[in-house]
DNA sequence: AAATTCTCCTGAAGGC
DNA sequence: TGCCTTCAGGAGAATT
């Protein structure tokens, strides 16, 4: 399920072998994805020349001249460079055929999207309300507290919230948590601005290392060369309940907030 | 306004 | 072996 490291380690792996140069053609094998794939979306871009691909959040920019395609990977989504003749198999929604090369779109689970903007792109509503980013200036504890303050909900919910901060997902906001020994459902506005500080660094240090190990596979994410990440070698808590934590050896607790596992230490995260 | 619940979807995993 | 049920979850939309 990809996160922001999932996210930045398939930027970083497609833009280099796709920037620069002409998109060609745009081949839509189905459209149904979370909202339908735009039916102008060929007439926008075909004989365009892509500049870069770039990255908000989760949101994977494609920038044109004149604007930008915007993808999400939403649950199950990837994105590979293949040849062009490489033969595709269900649930290969997109491609997009550029002058060398094919980034190939796919998404088993359809929940994630393919969309056009034309610019200025961060007027999309997808996008003109999105929280700073984890690994920016912007996300600090000054920033965090002012989020926190007065709210009711669990911290783990508002790290959740995009529009407090982008791209700390399931996964990392366990990690991140356990990482600052912060209970995941303790009311975000109870939590002193010292411990808030400590959850900052928490969650920029997972997100780096993250993203230094490739990104996290757990059923499905391929890099875009088709290779899972390395980071679930590391996780401590996700996935883990029932095991033994790492810090205090007492089982990990699982419970469900917002619909989302939640695992945490009863002892080490207060 | 804030917080919670619902919704989309399919493959994997577990039970019998 | 195979069919059935349950579960996973990003995040916007709908509801409380």
Redesign the pocket.
Known sequence: ???LPEVETTRAGISPHIEAQTLVNVMVRDS?L?WPVPSDLAAQVEGRRLNKVLRR???LLFEFDHGCIIG?L???GSMRIVAHDEPCS??DHVDLVFEKVTLRYRD????GCILWQTHPVMEH??LAHLGPEPLSEDFNPVHLLKACK?????IK?LL?D??KVV?V???YANEALFMAGINPHRQA?RISAQRLGLLVGACKLVLTQAIEQGGTTL??FVDSDGNPGYFKQRLQVYGRAGYACTQCGQPLIESRL????TVYCKLCQR
């Open positions: 399920m990809p996160e149904r979370r959040g989760k949101y999400h939403g649950m199950t269900y649930h088993p689970r359809r929940f509503a997808l007065g709210k009711k909900l669990a919910s959740m995009s529009k791209g997902g399931n996964i506005g059923r499905n917002g619909q989302r596992s």
